[in-house]
Every structure is written in C-alpha cells, then in structure tokens.
C-alpha cells in the first residue's frame, strides 16, 4: 500500500486551494453558454456590430457561443425568440404592438434611433404619391406596423392594398407581379439604382412616425432566469457596434470573405454610409433608448387606435443593472477605505490650507478668477474659440427648460472643405475655419449660441425661432462670399429644427437638424432645409 506522507498531503491540499480560483475562473471552450440571435434579414453590414463582437471574441470573453442566424424567407424574429428556437432576436418597433398582444418581449437596446423601414414603389411619374399603392399588390415583411400606421394616417385603408408574402430578395421590387415592397432605406435601394429601376421611396417620417428600428431584444423569462447571460450578450454585442462603426471597412472584407458572392464589398459600403446619420455614434451612445421617446412611439400607436391610450411600458423596457462581483468589491471596499484616509489626510491640510489662504482676500480672489477662466477654456473650442460640444447641449438643455421655449436649432455644415484642406493643407484649413466661424458669429443675433461639434460642422441656437428662416438665408450668404486666403468660394448646407414642434429633447433636436442638413446636401447644397423632411434623396 502506498502511503502518503502528511507534510506532502498538506502540500498536495495546499496547491489544490492556490489552484481553485483559477479552475473557476477559467472559462474553456466546453463551459462557453450557445445562444442564438436570430437577425431579420440575410448576412449583410446591417447587422455589423454582432459580427464585430464574434470577430473581435467579445462573446467568447463573456463566456457565450453565438450563432449569428440569417432570415429566410417567412422567418420572423418575434417567433422565433418567443418558441425558444432562439434566445434574442432583431425587431422593430412593433415589439410594443407585440407587448401588447401578451408576447413577453423585453427590448435589450436600440441600435437604429431611426428607423430605416420605407416602401419602395414603381415610379408612377412626378405626380406619383402614396395612395397611388391603392388596389396595389405589396410585399410586406413581418413587424411592419409601423408601415401600417404610416397608410392608416394617411387615410389608406390596408384592405384596398393585396398583401404579398416578402420574398426578402434585394431585387424583389423588379419582379413584374408586384408594385411596391417594404424595405430598408439602406439596403434594397443600392440594387435597385443598379438595375436602373426608377422608383420611389415613402418613409413614415414624412407623415411624423419616428420610431426607432432595429431593436435587439429577448423573451421576459429568459431574463428572469440567466440575467447574467443576457446582460453579458447585450454588453459584448454593443461592444462590437462601438468597434464596427469605428471600422467599417474591416467587418466589410469579412463579410465579403465569409460569404462570397452574396453582396459586394460596394453594397455594404452603402449600407454604412446609409446607417451613419441613423445610428449617430458621435452624438448617441450605441444601444441608448429614452423611455420618453418609447413613450411618444406607444402614444403615436394610440392615437391610431393601435395601442390602448397610456399604454404601460413596464417590464418591456430592460433596465440596467450592474453584476455584483464579489472579489471586486472586496477589493473595491479596500481602495475604498486607503481613498477615506487619504481624504482625511487631504481634508487636514485643505483645512491649513484654508486658515492660510483666508488671510489674504486678494490671493482668494485671484484664485477663484483662475478658475472661472479655467472652466471657460474647457467649455471653448481650441481652433475658433466658440463653444464646444460639451457647452452646446448644456446651454441647448438649460434654453429648452425655459417656460413655452421657442427656439431653432441650425446644424451647419461647409460644402466642399475637404478639397480646400486637401489642396491649401491643414494649416490654411485651421485658418477657413476660424474665418468661417467669425463670419457665422458676425451674421447671427447677440444672443445666439454658436458652438463647433468638430471637422467643418457648427450648430447654431437662436433663442427665438420667429426670424430663424431669416438668419439662416443670412448665414448661406455670408458663407458663400469669397475667400480672402484663397482664389476659391465655399458654401454651406443647413438644416433647421424647432421646438417644441420638432422636439422637446436637445438630443432630439440636433439629430433633426442634422438629418435636415443631409437633405440640404442631396438636394444640392448651398441651401436651408427645414425638419421635418420628404424621403431623402438617393445617394
């Protein structure tokens, strides 16, 4: 028999203890979790942040195997989830209409703040407008009700319309047996103006429906069971859109790779420069919803007699909630407590400091201007010396809080400063853009707040929106007037949105005004466009 000293046995007990924590807290390959997200159209840039998360192992670093499932034709991601076939899904805002009808669906995120859902028709002529889809064979994919409310408000009837089962090809709009087709203002049209297809495109927000899109979301019990699994997918997927946007053209060549012959590298290049202004990255976290704009989407289906009135949000809307990690937070609780003694001991001399600084009221004084002029510096824009970013929703917020606040909000963007910079070089570009900025300070009102988001792009505030179309025909002309450190002129795109008519929120407000800008730009450029806005132009 073989028998084991004591002191070895104590050694072989005392590496099993030093070895525990890193068996449990090693995660091999067979301890990752399969879940399955269940997208709503084929493998394409649209769902690039899921892709990204899988590339980059975001998912295998919260512990999870995912599968990545393409829509066939008559999937819907909405029975998917909810017959467990798959653990989250990709849904529009129909999810609400959904919560409604008993589906215990839970919105995760928001990918889309707007959504790209429109329907694409046959051109008619210049004349051409929605009730011309009257008698009309359309395809309609599932979760289309915002498409639904959208010809509800505009008193067309969906029994005068023949419904069609979406054959979700990219082309489907070319097929002699159909009229119109609901579709993604991102997607579809790329194939089309390859085909030379005339046609046209009617979004819901031509008609005020501004509902988010491409909503991530999972079933109410499978969050109640693995909140941990759930929080750890929606964590790693909105990881991989932060890191997707930040680098398109790489998620694009995998795509190309990984499925060859599906699309080209040129339609999701399309995509991409499409989903820029509805995702917002610069201004919108990624996956951020307000509960005030999920409430006004509920009102908007109310009104339409969708939704009963004051429909309840409750338990649909996820709330985040941090995962308590034990050995973090004993460590936490230790810094915790070396940060208490070095506030005390920081705390003591504060107070010398005190005794010593209140014997001369100049030193004081002079110390508190530093400071003011120090807190100004970080609220200005280094190059033109207007406010920065930072400054503008913060006065843009304090404006809007004001009683019966009417003001407008102008997002201005230079035409063709890309090719001065390019040609003059970045110096002479530094140079146009504090020229620029002196000429918008010069045209606009005393009390305007003019700030620089970055680039070539500022946003103008004027506290009364009365004479805003007014200033704003001011601004084109003055900016439009030749260059006095160059042979050259430029010129500029506005776009212009109001409150409260265009948004009570300062978010809101220049998202609107910005999109109204796109339109300025497809339309032409040099000129003003105000929100709301007719489908945008084709790129």
């Not at 002079?366 to 280094?382: F, P």
Request: with cysteine; aromatic share 8%.
């Amino acid at each position: 028999m073989h028998v084991i000293s004591f002191p070895r046995l104590i050694c072989r007990l005392c590496l099993i203890l030093l070895l525990a924590p890193c068996l449990l807290l090693a995660r091999p390959a067979w301890a990752l979790t399969p879940v399955t997200l269940q997208l709503k159209w084929t493998h394409t840039f649209q769902f690039a942040g899921y892709y990204a998360a899988q590339i980059r192992g975001y998912y295998r670093e919260a512990g999870l195997d995912v599968t990545l499932r393409e829509a066939q034709p008559g999937d819907d991601p909405l029975r998917a989830v909810l017959s467990g076939r798959a653990e989250f899904g990709v849904g529009t805002s129909s999810l609400l209409l959904a919560r409604h009808r008993g589906a215990p669906v839970v919105v995760l995120a928001v990918i889309f703040q707007h959504s790209p859902l429109v329907l694409l028709s046959k051109s008619g002529g210049p004349s051409a407008g929605i009730h011309d889809l009257l008698d009309k064979r359309v395809m309609l994919e599932p979760q289309s009700d915002e498409l639904l409310a959208y010809l509800q408000q505009e008193g067309i009837s969906s029994r005068r319309i023949t419904w069609l089962a979406h054959s979700y090809r990219p082309t489907a709009l070319l097929d002699s047996g159909v009229d119109a087709v609901s579709a993604y203002s991102i997607n579809e049209p790329y194939y089309l103006d390859q085909a030379g297809l005339q046609y046209q495109t009617f979004t819901p927000r031509s008609a005020g429906i501004d509902f988010y899109g491409d909503n991530l979301f999972t079933r109410e019990a499978l969050l109640n069971d693995s909140p941990e699994m759930v929080r750890a997918f929606r964590t790693a997927s909105l990881r991989g859109w932060q890191y997707a946007m930040a680098h398109p053209e790489e998620i694009i060549q995998w795509l190309v790779n990984t499925y060859p012959g599906r699309h080209p590298a040129d339609f999701h290049r399309h995509e991409a420069r499409r989903m820029a202004p509805l995702l917002r990255t610069d201004l919108v976290e990624v996956g951020y919803m307000n509960p005030g704009r999920w409430r006004h989407i509920a009102d908007t289906y109310a009104e339409l007699g969708l939704l009963p009135s004051q429909f309840s949000l409750k338990g649909f809307l996820y709330q985040t909630k941090p995962a308590i990690d034990w050995l973090w937070l004993g460590g936490a609780l230790a810094v915790t407590a070396m940060i208490g003694g070095v506030a005390l001991y920081i705390h003591r001399i504060n107070r010398q400091l005190t005794r010593a600084l209140t014997t001369s009221q100049a030193t004081l004084n002079a110390l508190y201007a530093s400071e003011a002029r120090l807190r100004e510096l970080n609220a200005r824009d280094a190059l033109t010396g207007l406010a920065n970013r930072e400054r503008l929703f913060e006065q843009l917020d304090t404006l809007l809080g004001a009683p019966q606040a009417q003001l407008a909000v102008l997002f201005i963007d230079l035409d063709g400063f890309k090719a001065i910079n390019d040609q003059f070089g970045h110096a002479a570009g530094d140079q146009l853009l504090r020229v620029m900025a002196e000429r918008m300070r010069a045209s606009l009102p005393a009390r305007a707040l003019l700030a620089r988001l970055g680039g070539d792009e500022f946003v103008a505030v004027l506290p009364e929106a009365a004479h805003a179309t007014e200033h704003a025909q001011q601004l084109l002309a003055a900016l439009a007037a030749p260059l006095p450190t160059c042979d050259c002129t430029l010129s500029a795109s506005i776009g212009m949105a109001c409150a409260p008519t265009d948004g009570h929120d300062a978010q809101t407000l220049v998202q609107h005004a910005d999109l109204a800008m796109y339109a300025a730009k497809r339309n032409g450029r040099n000129q003003l466009q105000r929100w709301p806005v007719a489908a945008l132009a084709r790129d």
